[in-house]
């Protein structure tokens, strides 16, 4: 069970390159979830879904894009990387069950730098 | 908007210090109040808090949350030098997303 993955660990861009970022649990989460975590300003959600083929944004959605095609899997699109998304990405998932307490648990991150 | 607030920011102590970290939280459809511990990479889940008053422990670290004065604290007894950590608190949005907000977090420091 390796939980949850996130590929790459580590990336250089160029200003206006794409990438995609990719996030896979195989805990057969329902939830998933992407941010970015910055020097002073904490874990702020990026995009999220509620289950697969479904997307929706979170707090600082621009400039990216997600998909979410099988249900193990969470991508993150950066279409024209700015230096400003130069960030560590974590992608988390979770549970939801009636009554019943869920947590969210983090991939190991993904740090990207946009020169 | 929902809002979580931490304090102190970072905090420097002393191996054997007992330390008090505090979260308040302003969230339209509260559901629960989560505790993260953050080292060098991901953050690792603490305690997940959803009744008032109850106070949740594991081994050195003790949490509980007040859902009428919406704020929650994260004890740390007895500290070493591996409690040195990001502490994040991050509330819990039930309402059809489930979505987390985080708090900037406290920095703490445990010098030997």
Known sequence: NAGVTQTPKFRVLKTGQSMTLLCAQDMNHEYMYWYRQDPGMGLRLIHYSVGEGTTAKGEVPDGYNVSRLKKQNFLLGLESAAPSQTSVYFCASSYVTGGVEETQYFGPGTRLLVL | ?112
Not at chain 2, 38 to 47: G, I, M, N, S, V
Not at chain 2, 52 to 63: D, T
Not at chain 2, 78 to 84: F, I, L, M, R
């Open chain 2, 1 to 112: 908007e929902d809002k979580v607030v931490q304090s102190p920011l970072s905090l420097v102590v002393h191996e054997g210090d007992t330390v008090t970290l505090n979260c308040s939280y302003e969230v339209t459809n509260f559901r629960s109040l989560l505790w993260y511990k953050q080292e060098k990479k991901a953050p690792t889940f603490l305690f997940m808090l959803t009744s008032s008053g109850i106070e949740k422990k594991s081994g050195r670290l003790s949490s509980i949350l007040d859902k009428k004065e919406l704020f929650s604290i994260l004890n740390i007894t007895a500290t070493q030098t591996g409690d040195s950590a990001v502490y994040l608190c991050a509330a819990l949005d039930g309402g059809s997303n489930y979505k987390l907000t985080f708090g900037k977090g406290t920095l703490l420091t445990v010098n030997p």
